[in-house]
């Protein structure tokens, strides 16, 4: 069965870069949300959207933006990068009628 | 408000023994509660979850879980530990409704396993 595709897997960037990360969800599913979780601790919600909409808002820093395209990609956008920033970024996608989740492998991201 | 709470931060067991990892949960209203696992340098899996079913659910690799209303629990068993089951444990419970849905996490379990 398909997946929640992210790319890149892995990405290195120094302070103050940018990078974007991409989301593609599982086929028919039309929420997508990412979370940011830090070496040993539990994935802290970011943001979602539904129907290339933002749904909900979480602890995403004003830094980071996001959006969700016609095909239902998304994608999150990281500016003026922290060390603080390094993490593992996951992006997970649902049907919205559905409570079930289903979560991508994830990006690493490690800022020198 | 909606919480999560792992009692055990850290669980080792030896190979071939049950497991438990425990999970109680705070909601004001029927929730939808969830198991996922994350092996070391992986992503988040789905175990199994709890929809206002049955109230024992069984998940792959062997897990299974029961919603216990009386007692706001939903504990994850499994009854013979194997070495590959190493990984940490999120208990999840999903609030919220449609497109607003959102997942509020336990903090984890690590599962160690000893030969």
């Known amino acids: 069965a398909a997946g929640v595709i992210q790319s890149p897997r892995h990405l290195i960037k120094e302070k103050r870069e940018t990078a974007t990360l991409k989301c593609y969800p599982i086929?028919?599913?039309?929420?997508v949300y990412w979370y940011q979780q830090g070496p040993g601790q539990d994935p802290q919600f970011l943001i979602s959207?539904?129907?290339?909409?933002?749904?909900d808002k979480g602890s995403i820093p004003d830094r980071f933006s996001a959006q969700q395209f016609s095909d239902y990609h998304s994608e999150l956008n990281m500016s003026s990068l922290e060390l603080g920033d390094s993490a593992l970024y996951f992006c997970?996608?649902?049907?919205?009628?559905?409570?079930?989740?289903?979560f991508g492998p994830g990006t690493r991201l490690l800022v020198l | 408000a909606q919480s999560v709470t792992q009692l055990d931060s850290h669980v080792s067991v030896s190979e071939g023994t049950p497991v438990l990892l425990r999970c109680n949960y705070s909601?004001?209203?029927?929730?939808?509660l969830f198991w996922y696992v994350q092996h070391p340098n992986k992503g988040l899996q789905l175990l199994l979850k709890?929809?206002?079913?049955a109230t024992l659910v069984k998940g792959i690799n062997g897990f299974e879980a029961e919603f216990k209303k009386s007692e706001t629990s939903f504990h994850l068993t499994k009854p013979s530990a194997h070495m590959s089951d190493a990984a940490e444990y999120f208990c999840?419970?999903?609030?919220?409704?449609?497109?607003?849905?959102?997942?509020?996490w336990g903090l984890g379990t690590s599962l160690a396993v000893n030969p």
């Open positions: 959207f539904y129907e290339k909409m933002q749904s």
């Open positions: 709890y929809t206002s079913a």
């Open positions: 997970a996608s649902s049907r919205d009628d559905a409570s079930t989740q289903y």
């Open positions: 086929p028919r599913h039309d929420t």
């Open positions: 909601s004001s209203y029927s929730p939808s």
């Open positions: 999840v419970v999903s609030v919220g409704a449609g497109n607003n849905r959102k997942l509020i």
